[in-house]
């Protein structure tokens, strides 16, 4: 691989001369002199920032089998977008770690390696051609930092490009990343089934919950259902209502966590903790959320949420849930979701959430808005569809009438993503002054199976006025039914929820299409919403009618519905705005790189950053030759100095 980071890079002592030349006179070059050490040192200091050494701790970890025999860390530099791996595997053969898509694994890139009895490594930055075989990249973009083996594991560390120039390699941004895994016996890299592994990770998390100081004075409560009998059904949800901890002054909630009890096969969903209006009348013991008694639904600001693949989650140290003041919530609703597919009898649970609290407060109090369309049958994706895309409109300018008062700027720190078994991509997107202002979130390789609450790399500001659009990618080729928006698993949600502060009294604010126009454009004659809902079924969804629906869900108007912790509604309404396609950013070039076909422009391509290479010693090199000058330019300053005294 050439080494194009290093040959930019002069020599120091030619640096350092010319530099004292310019120097030698006039007395007010002094001070000249002076601001550019500063600057240097700086320059210096700022070159090393987030660097990650082959020494370096990496952050983050998790299995990747279900035996935790395979044992991935990682780590990552946002700047030089580069990202590390070390791979620990429990065998004394070949080990490979790459990244694969959602439905084969032909395409996948692997990056393979291990330690040959006689003690020499192999390495080399591969591709599977097939489900099975795999090729060695014309460009090897992975730079190797450390390979080992004793008498249990193989140990493998290397670095790559979030982005390379190679067709061959998968992309790595903030996305859902399905983490390929394999290993042999031996020192011959084959594949077999049983030991290859697949985990979707989002490995661009920002804050992680082991790098957050917890206070001394951390109080745990959990709010939980206690020995609830899980019907038989495919779905329910189940609510009570539950008090939060009674405390005599403010206090922060700054982390929560599911409590999971363990059964034979996964059953909770989702939990959902909801705030209710202090003024509610509140119905007691369990019961459906979204059954015959209206009052289980009560209460719609969602404090904190989980779902199925998601772990804790402490929030920023500057941000935390308030508790104990006159403005707080006094109760919440706790909702489980359980699927129970295989429809079995006598299982109890007493899952929850558990929350961690202090009196040591945090700057703001946050909020949560709930964004997205709004969940009924009125939401409908046709069966047999490659894509199709459905949109939820938010019109902020009702939210100072709304609050009750002036509304301060909302502050979006983190988010949470959520659809149902059809669900393939997710985004917000913001408009102001009727032009598209910037994607809050995406993920354009959504799992249901991980939905965690994630934060930002950089807050983003929403004034009153600006309007947010939530679009959902469905696929249906599996179905040869109509899916429905609804609360069962088998139907399908489109939701994202920001988290953000300071709070306010907003808490949803979501859209949906005039079906009676939709309905129209299919062909179907219809006078009222339920009898477009009805109609879709006479539908033959052909791939024509399929991009009709498509087109016309989004020209049709949307209704905005927004509500209160109070719940207190109001309508408005507005028209789906188009999207402009996020630009991909550049790619890393390496040896033998190429320019992809949706790479239009030749220079997209970008030099490797010097941390790419595994030793970290070209860097190094650099911050060496700044000392050196500013070691030699402080020296001749001080002489200078004492001459003109």
Known sequence: MPDTGRSTYKYPHLECSSTAAMFRSPRVMTYALLSGVLLLV????????????????????????????????????????????????????????????????????????????????????????????????????????????????????????????????????????????????????????????????????????????????????????????????????????????????????????????????????HILVYACGNASALPTGVSDCYGADPAFSLCSQVVVGWAVGGTSYQFPDDVGISIGTPMDPQWIRLEIHYSNFHNRAGVYDSSGIRVYYTARLRKYDMGVLQLGFYTFPIHFIPPGAESFMSYGLCRTEKFVEMNGGSIPDIHVYGYLLHTHLAGRSLQAVQYRNGSQYRVICKDDFYDFNLQETRDLPHRVEIKPGDELLVQCHYQTL???????????????????????????????????????????????????????????????????NIKTAEKASKEAQQTVVIKTIDEVVENTTGWIPDIIPTPRGPCLESSGGKVEVQDKIPAGFRTAPVSLKGSGTSLWHLSLVALLCVQGALSWLLTSLQATV
């Not at 901890?245 to 969903?269: A, G, N, R």
């Not at 953000?500 to 129209?520: K, Q, T």
Request: aromatic share 10%; net charge negative; glycine share 4%.
């Open 42 to 269: 700086v320059l210096t200091v700022l070159s090393q920032e987030n660097r990650i050494s082959p020494t370096s701790r990496l952050r983050y970890s998790r299995f990747l089998d279900s035996s935790n025999l395979v044992f991935l860390r990682w780590d990552f530099d946002l700047k030089a977008e580069i990202i590390t791996f070390e791979l620990q595997v429990r065998t004394t053969g070949w080990v490979g770690l790459g990244v694969t898509n959602r439905y084969t694994r032909a395409g996948s890139d692997l990056v393979v390696g291990g330690v040959l009895p006689n003690g020499n490594v192999y390495f080399s930055d591969q591709h599977l051609v097939d489900e099975d075989t795999l090729e060695e990249d014309g460009s090897q973009d992975a730079a190797l930092q450390e390979l080992k083996e004793d008498e249990s594991y193989t140990t493998m560390r290397f670095s790559r490009p979030f982005r390379s120039c190679d067709p061959h390699d998968q992309d790595i941004a903030d996305d859902t990343v399905r983490v390929l895994a394999a290993y042999g016996p031996d020192d011959t890299p084959k594949l077999d089934r049983k030991l290859t592994f697949v985990k979707s990770i989002f490995l661009l998390q920002i804050v992680h919950p082991d790098d957050l100081e917890l206070p001394d004075d951390t109080i745990i409560h959990d709010l939980e259902l206690t020995d609830f009998l899980i019907p038989e059904d495919d779905t329910t949800y189940a609510c009570t209502f539950l008090p939060l901890p009674i405390v005599s002054q403010k206090h922060h909630i700054y982390k929560f966590e599911p409590k999971l009890v363990e059964h034979d096969e996964t059953m909770v969903h």
């Open 478 to 544: 599996d179905r040869d039914s109509l899916t429905f928006g609804g609360p069962s698993t088998i139907n399908e949600m489109c939701l994202i929820f920001l988290f953000y502060y300071p709070r306010n009294n907003i808490s949803s604010c979501m859209g949906y299409h005039d079906i009676i126009y939709v309905a129209h454009e299919l062909g179907e004659e219809v006078t009222d919403p339920m009898e477009g809902v009805m109609a879709l079924s006479n539908v033959d969804w052909t791939p024509e």
